[in-house]
């Protein structure tokens, strides 16, 4: 899309021969107001127009130009640099990101020619996988208002019952339609007469009262059947679409779910759905019913008296308009009232789940007044809209009176003409208080059907929603026959923004099968984000992530999936029973697979200890776990569905050291032969790591083994000392609290204390050694408790430093 | 706190900001970050280098030499962008995604609301509304719109 607002008058002046290799529509200006400008590649040159323009300035591509694109909060530059300085700076928003991207890539392939292959390779990808996602940016599209109209898709299969329904609708109407007829020969035939001294004949005014009576019990019976074939439908209707959206919502990506919140969500499926359903049971309903009751009365109406029919219905137009003039702004009303009922419920989701941190500091009463905030903006939005409302129904009221004043003013005018008889006009009024009060309850539908529309629009909100990650139309076949990948991942020049900020730039990786990675980095520099990138949590904003040659986004989605395992730092545990936990990735396992996979885990014995055994319920309300048994539970989750790619995004990041040690044994199993990405703030949990991968602001700075790492002395090198430093302080407290523990022993705890003493005050050289890893300093220090020499640490402590002299380049 | 000029700042030929400090150290392409951009955006400046380290605080702007707020200014100028909504003249519907022709500060330009929660209300009546791009649109105060902007605007909210 061009944001510009100028048309493109000038043309550049380009020279025979030449031809625009790469366009970018710059919709900025310098002072960053809206405005159109272009750049322009060709063979040779750079053209530029800058906005409000009509001069072209050029630049004949040399070795020496630079093309630099940075952005900042949504809008980008790119700069034209030589050795000397800037030569030129163009401003543009990131909707123009693509065509940015495009014209960079051009340059860098004109000044730079040896790159083409590679460029090529990557701009081709992108174009052929738009064609296979079917991506189109423009077929985000408003709904309808009509939206409830679309609630078609849902009633289609219901389609003979609907129509039986609307049947019976038409045959109950037209039964209570038969009483005020009779009225007719009642008043004229039989009272009339009487009055006038003719006495009654017992026989006819029995036909006519058996037939008032035989049209209310057929209209009784054929009411019943209606309304409840027609609420059972509805019924249905309003649980599929419940279900519908309920779907829908678990095929979006969790960039949804991280812009939607909770309450929202919630809201909708659950009271919105009930709302339409109701809608459909109810209102609709009657709504047919008095639709088809006034049409019926018109025509006998007009069948009767065609003059008077036509004063009666004269009120018809005005209550039409008062009808229309209040839709719209009760329909804003609602939408609004709607939304507002969301802010509470977001309330809610917030607060109830904080609660530890809103009593911990003692903010309960301001989240009290920030609910009470919600609930009165609620309050503000329902008298508004009530303010209309009140107003609209007495009116709709006011004119069914003046429509009977009406109609009884031209029927005694027109008997006392002798137009018509008493028992017309007793039919008539008789009719029109129905009429009336149809007309009356149809005004009432309004509303109904404006908050259900309101509700269905919200729902079709979520149905529309396209997920940002789409499975492909034709779908490549995942891995072997079985559907397996080998777990080859190929990480090509990849970018990816969230919102306007961009998190991950340009990483290039490549991890063979069965191959062990570490991501390491401070927190923020993007690792979790490139372990979302490789699991389709989110989709690259640029470059291809293949898996096996193919890109990730040619595979189903859920075949793909079926091929990773994914630890996260804080596990979760669906309610339910630990079995159910450990077999969600593969329901149909057997209860001995469940068992091996929790050995292997080594969750098995705690999970004995448990009072039900594997039948233990867990999750809210469930059987309180550790955090390293959840975490063990999640990673018997992982083993059992066998994984070809294994993600532990901070598995380990959320326990102590000791817990860590046994979820780490755990993993050890999980990891083996499996292509395996860990991600770990704490960089002792790397150490089987076949290679590191070091982050800092969504960049790989250093990649390479530990060894090599530590004798860069770059990033990784500093990481590390600052943890190594902390790591001997811990060790050498627990050391100290060891040696209290094996004080029986003195010469235990006199070793203890050196070892100890050792740790506290070393130079930073000892301290790689004393605290290479977290977890050997540990295990060695729990160690010396029982057989507590100096040795003991001291080797358990050095070992990792012996493989270092070999390795020197 | 004291506002002694603890560094100075220059602009090179690159277009980047050199900031020196009194001891002397040079470092080139540094940024003027606020933290409050919106709630206080002439208070807590920080200058960060190129690795989006700290390299000075700054409490208030205006007690800044000229020469280094208008260095500032200018740079500010160009990173920042939150264009002001001055009147919303028509919308593509009163559904989500929905596409607005605005009338902003800046000029005359689209803006795509991709849902109701893009638009992010501020202290003081104020609203912030984030199109598809990431583009920041402000609303100082909704009040000061004209009545049909107010309509419009009063649908999404």
């Known amino acids: ?809 | 706190m004291n506002q002694a000029p603890e560094f100075s700042l220059t602009r090179d030929a690159f277009g980047r900001l050199v900031m020196t400090s009194v001891l002397g150290e040079v470092c080139v392409g540094v940024l003027p970050v606020r933290s409050f951009p919106i709630t206080a955006p002439n208070e807590a400046l920080a200058l960060v280098g190129p690795h989006g380290e700290e390299l000075a605080w700054i409490d208030q702007l205006d007690a800044q030499p000229e020469s280094v707020r208008t260095l500032i200014a200018e740079e500010l100028a160009a990173r920042e962008f939150m264009p002001e909504i001055v009147s919303i003249l028509s919308v593509s519907g009163f559904g989500t995604p929905s596409t607005w022709d605005i009338e902003t500060d800046r000029g005359a330009t689209h803006l795509t609301l991709r849902g109701e929660e893009y638009i992010r209300r501020l202290s003081g009546g104020g609203l912030l509304i984030t199109d598809r791009f990431g583009i920041q649109f402000l609303i100082p105060n909704l009040n000061a719109l004209d009545r049909q902007s107010r309509q419009l605007l009063d649908r999404f909210l």
């Open chain 1, 1 to 809: 899309m061009n944001r510009s607002t100028i048309p493109n008058a000038v043309d550049p002046p380009f020279k025979t021969g030449e031809e625009a290799l790469a366009v970018l529509h710059t919709d900025l200006d310098e002072r960053l107001c809206f405005g159109a400008g272009r750049v322009v590649v060709t063979g040779t040159r750079i053209l530029a127009l800058s906005p409000g323009d009509t001069v072209w300035r050029s630049w004949t591509l040399r070795a020496s130009l630079r093309l630099e694109r940075r952005d900042h909060a949504g809008v980008a530059s790119l700069e034209l640099l030589d050795l000397k300085g800037r030569l030129a700076l163009w401003r543009y928003t990131l909707a123009q990101q693509d065509e940015a991207g495009r014209l960079v890539g051009v340059f860098e392939r004109q000044s730079a020619p040896q790159s083409t292959v590679a460029f090529d390779d990557r701009l081709l990808d992108s174009a052929a996988l738009d064609d296979a996602l079917g991506a189109d940016e423009e077929a985000q599209t408003p709904p309808s208002t009509w939206s409830l109209l679309r609630l078609g898709r849902f009633a289609r299969p219901y389609r003979t019952e609907l129509a039986l329904g609307l049947l019976l609708t038409l045959a109950t109407t037209a039964a209570t339609m038969v009483p005020p007829y009779l009225t007719m020969p009642l008043m004229d035939e039989v009272l009339i007469p009487y009055q006038n001294g003719r006495p009654i004949d017992p026989d006819q005014v029995q036909g006519y009262l058996w037939g008032l009576l035989a049209a209310a019990l057929l209209a009784w019976v054929l009411g019943w059947a209606r309304t409840w074939l027609l609420a059972r439908v509805s019924e249905r209707i309003g649980a599929d679409l419940r279900t519908a959206a309920f779907a829908h919502l678990q095929s979006l990506s969790l960039e949804y779910f991280g812009s939607k919140r909770t309450g929202d969500l919630i809201a909708r499926i659950g009271n919105e759905s009930d709302r339409i359903c109701v809608f459909l049971s109810l209102h609709l309903l009657d709504f047919t019913n008095d639709v088809l009751m006034i049409l019926m009365t018109a025509a006998i109406l007009v069948s009767i008296d065609p003059k008077l029919a036509l004063v009666t219905l004269v009120p018809l137009p005005f209550i039409a308009w008062t009808i229309h003039l209040v839709r719209d702004r009760l329909r804003h009303g609602f939408e609004k009232v709607d939304r507002n009922w969301g802010e509470i419920n977001n309330v809610l989701t917030d607060t109830i789940p904080g609660i530890r941190v809103v009593k911990a500091f003692a903010q309960e009463n301001r989240e009290i007044a920030r609910f009470r905030a919600a609930n009165d903006r609620n309050l503000a939005v329902n008298d508004r809209v009530n303010r209309v409302w009140s107003l609209f129904s007495p009116t709709v009221t006011l004119m069914t009176e003046l429509g009977l004043l009406v109609v009884w003013a031209t029927g005694i005018w027109q008997v006392a003409n002798d137009r018509i008889t008493v028992g017309v006009l007793a039919a008539f009024l008789a009719y029109i208080g129905r009429f009336y009060i149809r007309l009356d309850s149809m005004s009432r539908i309004v509303s109904l059907t404006q908050k259900a529309a309101a509700g269905a629009k919200r729902i079709f909100d979520i149905l529309d929603h396209v997920s940002s990650v789409p499975d492909p139309v034709s779908p490549v076949a995942c891995g072997d026959q079985k559907g397996r990948l080998t777990g080859h991942i190929q990480i090509r020049g990849i970018g990816f923004r969230y919102g306007h900020r961009a998190v991950i730039r340009g990483v290039d990786l490549d991890i063979a099968p069965g191959q062990m990675i570490g991501l390491v980095g401070h927190s923020g520099s993007g690792k979790s984000t490139l372990v979302n990138l490789i699991c389709r949590f989110h989709d690259v904003s640029e470059g291809a992530i293949l898996v096996d040659g193919v890109d990730i986004r040619r595979y189903a989605l859920s075949d793909y999936r079926r091929n990773i395992g994914l630890v996260l730092q804080e596990p979760f545990l669906f309610f339910g029973t630990i079995a159910e936990n450990i077999a969600y990735g593969c329901p149909q396992a057997t209860r001995t697979e469940i068992v091996k996979a929790a050995r292997a885990a080594r969750a098995h014995e705690f999970i004995l200890r448990l009072p039900h055994g594997y039948d233990s319920v867990v999750g809210e309300r469930g059987q309180a776990l550790s955090g390293g048994e959840r975490q063990r539970i999640s990673i018997a989750r992982a083993l059992l569905i066998d994984p070809r790619v294994l993600i532990l995004d901070e598995a380990t990041s959320s326990v102590d050291t000791t817990t860590e040690i046994e979820i780490q044994q755990a993993l050890e199993n999980l990891i083996r032969g499996r292509t395996t990405i860990a991600v770990a703030h704490r960089l002792s949990t790397l150490r089987r790591a076949d290679r590191l991968v070091v982050l800092d602001r969504g960049v790989v700075v250093e990649e390479g083994g530990h060894d090599e790492l530590m004798r860069r002395d770059g990033a990784y090198r500093k990481l590390y000392d600052a943890q190594a430093r902390q790591a001997a302080n811990e060790a050498a407290l627990e050391s100290a609290a060891a040696a209290v523990a094996a004080a029986a022993s003195v010469a235990a705890a006199s070793a203890a204390v050196a070892t100890a003493a050792a740790v506290s005050e070393p130079t930073i050289a000892a301290l790689h050694q004393a605290a290479h890893l977290t977890g050997a300093v540990l295990a060695a220090a729990s160690e010396s408790a029982s057989a507590p020499t100096a040795a003991t640490f001291n080797t358990a402590a050095s070992q990792p430093q012996k493989s270092l002299p070999e390795e020197v380049r």
